[in-house]
């Protein structure tokens, strides 16, 4: 059964740092491109990282770039996201997902989420 567990969360101060991790299940993962996505309370839900199945291109908006980086350990099953100098505003529950591309914008294409891990950034 396909199934994302995402882990690592917590609560930190401005400036601060965590690792999230998401293993994935049931999948071919070492053939999925991946991403981390973020929801905040009423926003939507948006990306934050992409990363492509050998992990020699990530991608990153402008609001996380320099601060954030995604890795993958293709024999482990799992994707990494780790998160420097976090601000109040990155507090949201992540999640990743098998994502592909248009080119401007990017998507999960799987029909299902994992439960997410809450991120709270304090001021």
């Known amino acids: 059964q396909e199934r994302l567990v995402e882990s690592g969360g917590g609560l930190v101060e401005t400036g601060g740092s965590l690792r999230l991790s998401c293993e994935v299940f049931?999948?071919?993962?070492?053939?999925?491109?991946m991403g981390w996505f973020r929801q905040a309370p009423g926003k939507a839900r948006e990306i934050v990282a992409g990363?492509?199945?050998?992990?020699?291109?990530?991608y990153y908006p402008d609001s996380v770039k320099g601060r954030f980086t995604i890795s993958r350990d293709n024999a482990k099953n799992t994707v990494y996201l780790q998160m420097n100098s976090l601000r109040p505003e990155d507090t949201a529950v992540y999640y990743c997902?098998?994502?592909?591309?248009?080119?401007?914008?990017?998507?999960?294409?799987?029909?299902?989420w994992g439960q997410g891990t809450q991120v709270t950034v304090s001021s």
């Open positions: 049931g999948r071919t993962f070492s053939k999925d491109t």
């Open positions: 990363i492509t199945w050998n992990g020699n291109s990530a």
């Open positions: 997902s098998a994502v592909g591309t248009d080119g401007s914008s990017w998507y999960s294409h799987l029909d299902y």
